[in-house]
């Protein structure tokens, strides 16, 4: 794997600020519901995406999109995204994830921005767990203005049912899932 590239780290710093500052979102009065609550050391490990919206700070990522969550010292959340470049590179970016509310919510702010910066209210960005099933293989994440949408899996692919269900409860909160984009998974093996 290539080594993390601080200017990635600050590129996606800067997607924060848009994900924490958009005025652009989908058209809905309805305010995004996230899930009841979340065991956040049962979170834990490896996430494949499997689709998402478009969006320009993974424009470089041509496949094998995944993060790697593991619980700091300090109770916080060390993020760690990785994918595939169209040149056959592994790029990398490390970031922190933090709570909001009591230990079981499903809110949390993930900033990629050096630590330096943390203090800036807009370098942390919006993820919302709203989608989760009982055994914690398959999730949704997003924001409150429903900006960014990802579908997540604890295994590279998933079957098409289990989709199609995610699908249809984020249709229920009125994303417009025609705009996701599958990931392609090339040469996977999975790690959790």
């Not at 490390?94 to 921005?113: H, I, T, W």
């Not at 055994?135 to 900006?147: G, I, L, M, P, T």
């Amino acid at each position: 794997m290539s080594k993390i590239n601080s200017a990635l780290s600050i590129v996606l710093g800067s997607v924060l600020l848009a994900l924490s500052t958009s005025s652009f979102s989908q058209n809905s009065d309805a305010p995004v519901k996230t899930i009841a609550s979340l065991d956040v050391p049962r979170y834990m490990g490896t996430w494949y995406e499997i689709a998402k919206f478009p969006n320009w700070f993974q424009k470089k990522c041509v496949s094998n999109t995944q993060a790697v969550y593991s619980i700091r010292p300090d109770g916080n959340v060390k993020v760690l995204n990785s994918c595939k470049t169209a040149d056959g590179e592994t790029s990398l970016a490390e970031g922190l994830a933090r709570q909001l509310g009591p230990k079981d919510s499903p809110k949390l702010q993930v900033r990629f921005a050096p630590e330096w910066l943390s203090f800036l209210p807009m370098v942390w960005g919006e993820y919302w767990v709203i989608d989760l099933d009982p055994q914690y293989q398959v999730a949704a994440v997003s924001d409150s203005k429903r900006e960014y949408l990802w579908v997540l899996s604890r295994t590279p692919q998933l079957d098409k049912k289990s989709y199609d269900d995610v699908l249809m409860r984020l249709q229920g909160q009125q994303f417009d899932t025609r705009k996701l984009e599958m990931t392609s998974q090339t040469n996977t093996s999975q790690k959790n």
